[in-house]
């Protein structure tokens, strides 16, 4: 397909919108049922029904329209995710004016805008006080996710829309990557994705931090819901893996005061800490299954390549193996400190033989004097 020049395509109207999320782990698990009325509103309906015949959700996520930031100019949407994630969305509508030549710099102005005001922060901080009683174990994690989502639903005139498969790289690498600076054959290559499309007038570019979403219908499609799960899946691996990492940092230290201080005294202290931590990584590794099941896909084979692509995109299959690293680390750790300490109880034991033994020796020449 002939690709319009640059000049052509930046002129051209675009019609669409532009979608910022941030994503925390606030606990161990969300009570969903209790979320809307703590909430205060209804919890709102998609209005796709695709999702529902061909995907297995353990637990639906509860959407809440918080209503309309005044302040950003933006609509604000609460997700709450069973396993402990909640996702705030601000979206904003494109001027009737919008150019695709105009969009790229506009879209990156909205999240600077929404970052240099603080609003996450003060909107997450009225959701937590909310909330905070059908959260278990409340813990809001420092790693944070955030995404940007471009929706675009027509570029060009109507009837005479152009179909995305002929829409310039170089603005799609621009507007995926953030550059305000032309970006090289390379470069442009290496960001821009191979795209996901169904039929020839929609398309999804899904990058690690952003994607470019074309959907003439509007509004939230079922590609952006999955790359929203997808992402919300990546912030507890994430998690996950810092929590590991504490825990071997924490079983090096003991190791190091049971070398020290000898092992005799601290048998109790070490046992009941190596029982507190293994009760914590196998609750990891009960919420990692947990949240790697949340989802399954049972029918439709693209929205299946859609999620895999996503996943992929987001680097979640390296993050899954640093985690089962980690825990396989751990493990070893448990085994050469359990190992270590048994070990020097057993040199105690004999040095404590030993003096025993040189005991009754002594007392039976004391005696025979």
């Known amino acids: 397909m002939t690709q319009p020049s640059s000049s052509t395509f930046e002129g051209s109207p ?3 919108g532009c979608a910022c999320v941030m994503l925390w782990d606030i606990g161990d698990r969300i009570r969903l049922a209790d979320v809307p009325s703590r909430m205060g509103a209804p919890a709102s309906v998609r209005g796709r029904t695709l999702l529902d015949e061909t995907i297995q959700v353990a637990e639906q996520p509860v959407t809440i329209d918080l209503g309309e930031d005044s302040q950003l100019g933006a609509r604000v949407r609460l997700r709450c995710y069973h396993f402990g994630v909640v996702a705030m969305q601000w979206v904003w509508e494109t001027p009737q004016d919008m150019t695709a030549g105009s969009y790229p710099e506009w879209s990156r102005q909205r999240a600077l805008q929404l970052q240099a005001t603080g609003t996450p922060v003060r909107t997450l901080s009225q959701v937590l006080a909310r909330l905070g009683p059908v959260i278990e174990d409340v813990s809001v994690s420092t790693i944070v996710e955030d995404y940007v989502f471009h929706r675009v639903q027509s570029v060009g005139p109507t009837p005479n829309v152009l179909l995305p498969a ?13 550059s305000q600076r032309r970006l090289s054959d390379l470069a442009q290559r290496a960001l ?3 795209p996901v499309s169904y039929y020839d007038d929609d398309h999804a570019w899904i990058a690690w931090d952003a994607a470019l979403i074309v959907d003439p219908q509007g509004g939230e499609s079922d590609v952006e819901f999955l790359v929203e799960f997808a992402n919300a899946q990546l912030l507890e691996l994430r998690v996950y893996d810092a929590v590991l990492t504490q825990e071997r940092t924490a079983l090096l230290t003991e190791s190091s005061m049971t070398r020290s201080r000898g092992a005799w005294g601290n048998r109790r202290r070490h046992t009941a800490q190596e029982r507190q931590q293994q009760g914590r990584v196998a609750e990891v590794a009960s919420l990692v299954e947990r949240a790697e099941h949340a989802l399954k896909i049972t029918e439709d084979a693209w929205l299946g390549r859609v ?12 993050w899954r193996e640093q985690v089962d690293r980690q825990l396989a680390v751990v493990h070893q750790s448990w085994t050469t400190a359990r190992d270590t300490a048994a070990s020097q109880r057993g040199e105690q034991l004999e040095i404590a033989i ?10 039976a020449l004391w005696r025979g004097h």
């Open 166 to 178: 002929a829409w310039p790289t170089e603005w799609v690498a621009g507007l995926l990557s953030g």
């Open 307 to 318: 999620y895999a692509t996503a996943f992929a995109a987001l680097r979640g299959p390296a």
């Open 14 to 16: 675009l019609s669409g």
């Open 192 to 194: 821009v994705p191979e």
């Open 354 to 363: 030993v003096v025993l033994i040189v005991i009754e020796v002594v007392m």
